[in-house]
């Protein structure tokens, strides 16, 4: 039959506007999941060495926007920002030091961020995040695994990463010695997310 | 001679006083060090007394339990009463300070967050819960209970040397591994 590419016809045009509909709508269903951190209950912390000993400190203040879906992880993504000025390892004469310029830096730096756009999966509810961390004016890619249990309309996010402080300049003039302080720091999170 | 007996301290009780009380010099040596040096620096001086510390609390503990297992030495015959009542006080009272001055500093460090590591070899518990009015109190207490220790062992040390030099008897040899002079108390 020789009509032309494009009808004008009035059921070409339904079709064509059904068509259009359902892509949109399987675009939005594919999406990942929007979620909304609840602050008060949800927790970032992290833990140093020092002489020996291991300490722990939380950042009091920091935003998570979570997308994540374990059945969509192409359009998942993290990004947290930390307000450095939080932290809090329950000594005053610590935190002021942590603030210090030789080791964060609030004056110039005052926020930390993590961006993450790669997710796959490592088991059960268990995910590696391979994303960018932001300290000070260093970024470097540090990978996090987590775990995301999904229930009663809300979910935890919770999961570790592993970082060495002074590759992100967080540790001048002398803090560059890691002997007494360790280079090593643990993080940890515990996210309560609600639909958003 | 491991043990006491009646006339003598015995090689261990001697063992245990005499690293006490170079541990105790060096502990006061420490402390002043780190009053006045940058955070860097003084966190590792601190948790070098804090092990040290830790050391001397059980030594201490061993200590009494191996007391508690042995003969006391006698007290000299003819010892005015009022000097023993000041010896049986002032032994006590520094049997006592040796295990509760590192406790309190142990507590102290607790209250500030600052785990006590033994040589960086393994952590002990923390004591108390992080609380800034706390660790003022552990603080100063166990700052006096330091001074308590210094102002007893001097007595005690000038007391010793009392016996030795003014009334000549056995009372500081009992504590050195030298033989006695005999027919004395």
Not at chain 2, 17 to 40: G, M, S
Not at chain 2, 131 to 155: G, M, N, P, R
Request: hydrophobic share 45%; charged share 20%.
């Amino acid at each position: 039959m020789s009509t032309p590419t494009f009808s004008t016809s009035r059921s070409f045009t339904v079709r064509l506007i059904a068509a259009a509909s359902l892509t949109c709508a399987l675009g939005l269903a594919l999406a990942a999941t929007q979620w909304l951190m609840q602050p008060t209950q949800s927790k970032l912390s992290f833990i140093g060495v020092q002489a020996g000993a291991e300490f722990e400190g939380v950042f009091k203040k920091f935003t998570a926007d979570i997308k994540f879906d374990p059945k969509d992880l192409a359009t998942s993504r993290f990004d947290v920002k930390i307000d450095v000025a939080s932290v809090d390892t329950q000594d005053g004469e610590r935190d002021d030091t942590i603030k210090s310029a030789d080791l964060f830096d609030v004056k110039k730096f005052p926020s930390s961020r993590y961006v993450a756009d790669k997710f796959t999966a490592a088991g059960p509810n268990k995910f590696t995040a391979t994303g960018k961390l932001t300290i000070r004016d260093v970024t470097r890619d540090v990978p996090v695994e987590f775990t995301f249990e999904d229930k009663d309309g809300g979910a935890w996010l919770k999961g570790t990463a592993k970082i060495k402080r002074v590759a992100f300049g967080v540790g001048q003039g002398d803090w560059q010695d890691t002997s007494t302080v360790s280079d090593d720091v643990k993080i940890r999170f515990a996210l309560l997310l609600k639909k958003g | 001679m491991l043990k006491n007996t009646t006339q003598k301290y015995g090689g261990l009780a001697q063992l245990f006083h005499w690293v006490i009380v170079i541990l105790i010099i060096y502990q006061f040596y420490l402390a002043n060090k780190a009053e006045d040096l940058p955070v860097l620096k003084k966190i590792g001086v601190l948790a070098q007394h804090k092990s040290i510390g830790m050391t001397i609390f059980a030594l201490a503990l061993l200590r009494l339990a191996w007391r508690l297992m042995n003969p006391v030495p006698a007290v000299p015959a003819g010892m005015p009463r009022w000097q023993r009542i000041g010896a049986h006080f002032s032994h006590g009272a520094l049997y006592a300070l040796i295990m509760v001055t590192p406790l309190f500093g142990w507590m102290m460090s607790s209250a500030r967050n600052y785990s006590v590591s033994w040589f960086g070899v393994f952590t002990f518990p923390n004591l108390v819960k992080p609380d800034k009015a706390s660790y003022e109190f552990f603080l100063t207490t166990h700052h006096w209970l330091a001074y308590a220790i210094f102002a007893i062992a001097v007595l005690h040390a000038l007391a010793a040397l009392k016996h030795h030099f003014v009334d000549r008897d056995n009372v500081l040899r009992r504590m050195l591994p030298v033989k006695l002079k005999p027919g004395r108390p």
